[in-house]
């Protein structure tokens, strides 16, 4: 156990490097822009005064967003996806797989689950022992299980999910934005120096070396804030954009969208006053989310709707008719047609203030 120990010690002391490789670059940038460039290079005071705001408001939403994103502790399952004591114990002494299945499916039918595995079984961590929500990974980095996990991120060293995936779209967002400020500043000192416009100084080599260092991250970073948007777009994490989830249905790779706008107030939030600052705006628990289902479930419980008394609540047909119904209806037979469809529908309301819905589908 000590070496095991001291080798997960070892593990977590290392992961740190990357992070603080990124914090020595921005502190290197911020000594290089301000003193190297603003200070010692440019000579006019007016712009320096409005370099140095901008600068400055932009280092600083990129630094909070970045610790923000870094210390954000992943969101784990409830209590409620955790097996009863008795079931584990049974689990546990179960050899054979059908048994586990069995005890696993009896205690997820009072659990909001709509995703299966590929073989469309119950998804079980066997790591966490848990049952795992909807769109929740185990992380073997983290060694947890995280709710709605995108991915694990060596640069902030932490899992990327459901607590500080906005988070990390604006430390993007605003990395991109202060690496962008940076060299469409410093390029015309950039070109001066390289130029021999300027004397060599010791700025010379800060200015053009932070240049080409804000011009290669401006590169990555655009690619993968480019990707990342298109993912909110589409209301896709990294994981399900590689591999789709499963639904009691099937696989289908747009389960979890909603179109574009709801997507993105999925993960930014109703309130656009928010959208730009890195505080948790994003709606729901983590545990369930809304999914875009075509065909019925039947092994979810039955959804009653309770319409208001000013609307009218009519069911629709199950399916379309075929188009060889369509040319033989003519168009005052579809009409009667609908009719007697709302006729029926209005006198089974009538009966009940609750009125269910079901969705069928042709094979």
Known sequence: MAPTHILRCCQRGLSW??????ALVVCWSYYAYVVEL????????????????????????????????????????????????????????EAR?????EILWRAAST??????????????????????????????????C???????CPWVNNCVGFSNYKFFILFLAYSLVYCLFIAATVLQYFIKFWTNELADTHAKFHVLFLFFVAAMFCISILSLFSYHLWLVGKNRSTIEAFRAPVFRT??????????????IVQVFGDQKKYWLLPVFTSQGDGLTFPTRLVNADVEQATVNLH???????????????????????????????????????????????TITVTMESES
């Open 17 to 22: 490097i990357p992070v603080i490789f990124i």
């Open 38 to 93: 603003c200070i010692f290079t440019i000579l006019n005071v007016g712009e320096i005064v409005v370099y140095l705001i901008f600068f400055h408001l932009s280092f600083i939403m990129f630094v909070w967003s970045y610790w923000k994103t870094i210390f954000t502790k992943p969101a784990n399952p409830s209590k409620e996806f955790c097996l009863p004591k008795p079931e584990k114990e049974r689990y546990e002494k």
């Open 97 to 101: 797989p059908e048994s586990q299945q």
């Open 111 to 144: 659990l909001p689950l709509y995703t299966r595995t590929g073989a469309g079984a119950i998804r079980y961590c066997d790591r966490c022992q848990v049952i795992k929500p909807d769109r929740c990974h185990h992380c073997s980095a983290c060694d947890m």
């Open 146 to 152: 995280v709710l709605k996990m995108d991915h694990h």
């Open 250 to 263: 099937g696989s289908d790779k747009n389960g979890f969208s909603l179109g574009f706008r709801k997507n």
């Open 307 to 353: 319409p208001e008394p000013t609307k009218i609540v009519t069911d629709l047909p199950a399916s379309p008719l075929s188009d060889s119904q369509n040319r033989l209806l003519s168009n005052d037979q579809q009409a009667n047609h609908i009719e007697d469809h709302l006729s029926n529908n209005s006198l089974k309301s009538a009966g009940s203030e």
